[in-house]
């Protein structure tokens, strides 16, 4: 059972314009959601995360939204620059709960085109 | 200061045999949390130990073990190994573990088994 989806498997877009990364999730206990960025070779780089109790956070180029009817949640990126592309992941968690366990999405590969 | 380590890169094990693969949390980390990243999918977490002991584990079988030593560090072992077990194994260190605290990610050992 794949708690958090991302349905998108790749996302190209242009240099310049607004990349958007969208992901499901069906489990109302998770209450805490986070973006990893991740390059080949190298671990998932922490991006961005929101709580619950908010339903937007920014942090310079990237902004995260919240729909909790929906159960959906969106990583807004903008403007887009070609060292954006990788692999963005989703994660989900019950923050109170006292183990940080992550559940993931598949990921989307972003490609930004110069 | 340092970041999260893993050892060793690459790995190619035969079915049947065992695997230690090891994890350096960053300076300050009391939280080591471990996941494997099959090919095409996200991270899917294994264990985490918090202060030498497990806290929390996933959907993996018992041949799946994990220890946190004194400093912090840990290791993840791997008995009677599968053809399935080939994947990215990735640790991530916290400063402890409840959720709201970010999980800073390795670059993983990939291990193949034939």
């Known amino acids: 059972d794949q708690q958090v989806k991302q349905n998108s498997p790749s996302l190209s877009v242009q240099e310049g314009r607004i990349s958007i990364l969208n992901c499901d999730y069906t489990?109302?206990?998770?209450?805490?959601f986070l973006w990893y960025k991740k390059y080949p070779a190298e671990g998932p780089t922490f991006l961005i995360s929101i709580s619950s109790i908010k339903d937007k956070n920014e942090d310079g180029r990237f902004t995260v939204f919240l729909n909790k009817s929906a159960k959906h949640l969106s990583l807004h990126i903008v403007p887009s620059q070609p060292g954006d592309s990788a692999v963005y992941f989703c994660a989900a968690s019950r923050g109170s709960g006292n183990t940080g366990k992550l559940i993931f999405g598949q990921g989307t590969t972003l490609q930004v085109k110069p | 200061e340092t970041g999260v380590t893993q050892s060793p890169t690459h790995l190619i094990k035969t079915r049947g045999q065992q695997v230690t693969l090891r994890c350096s949390s960053q300076s300050g980390h009391n939280t080591v949390s471990w996941y494997q990243q099959a090919l095409g999918q996200g991270p899917q977490f294994i264990f985490q130990?918090?202060?030498?002991?497990?806290?929390g584990r996933g959907n993996f079988p018992p041949r799946f073990s994990g220890l946190q030593f004194p400093n912090y560090s840990s290791e993840l072992n791997v008995n009677a190994l599968e053809l399935d077990d080939s994947a990215l194994y990735l640790c991530?260190?916290?400063?402890?573990?409840?959720?709201?605290?970010?999980?800073?990610f390795g670059a993983g050992t990939r291990l193949s088994v034939l």
């Open positions: 489990n109302s206990m998770f209450d805490y």
């Open positions: 991530a260190s916290s400063l402890d573990s409840l959720a709201k605290n970010i999980q800073y």
């Open positions: 130990y918090y202060r030498e002991e497990e806290n």
